[in-house]
């Protein structure tokens, strides 16, 4: 029976989990393509969303063969879909600001995707 994660993993542990070397998830983080929680020491502490990123990270990178720049549209643009999506719904929809508030989404959208 597999064992949960705790919730916050030192980089060590959490590069051994997704078979990648820790100088990987440092340069993932000076990218801005995650953000790990620090100790008070500095010490890295990674969240099971952070791993579930790099993962996403890893699958475009070594299953796709996108590079790092594109994986960072990808998830700038996935993020502007998550906060979109509440957006699309019809009571949403009938306020002013839900309206105003899912158009400016949709020109962050534009934006990321360059357009």
């Known amino acids: 029976m597999p ?3 705790p919730d916050l993993i ?6 051994e989990m997704l078979g990648m070397h820790p100088q990987t998830l ?3 983080e000076r990218l801005g393509l995650v953000r790990p929680a ?10 099971r969303e952070e791993l579930d990123k790099l993962r996403l ?7 796709r063969g996108i590079n790092l720049a594109g994986v960072q549209r990808l998830l700038e643009i996935d993020e502007v879909m998550q906060r979109i999506r ?4 019809e009571g ?14 949709m020109r962050r959208l534009n934006d990321a995707l360059g357009l």
């Open 26 to 28: 440092r340069k993932y």
């Open 57 to 63: 990270i890893k699958h475009l990178v070594d299953q």
């Open 3 to 5: 064992v949960d994660p």
């Open 92 to 105: 949403a929809l009938r306020t002013g600001t839900g309206r105003r508030q899912l158009l400016l989404e």
């Open 38 to 47: 620090r100790t008070i020491g500095s010490m890295r502490l990674y969240t």
């Open 10 to 15: 030192f980089i060590s542990v959490a590069a």
């Open 86 to 89: 509440p957006l699309m719904d």
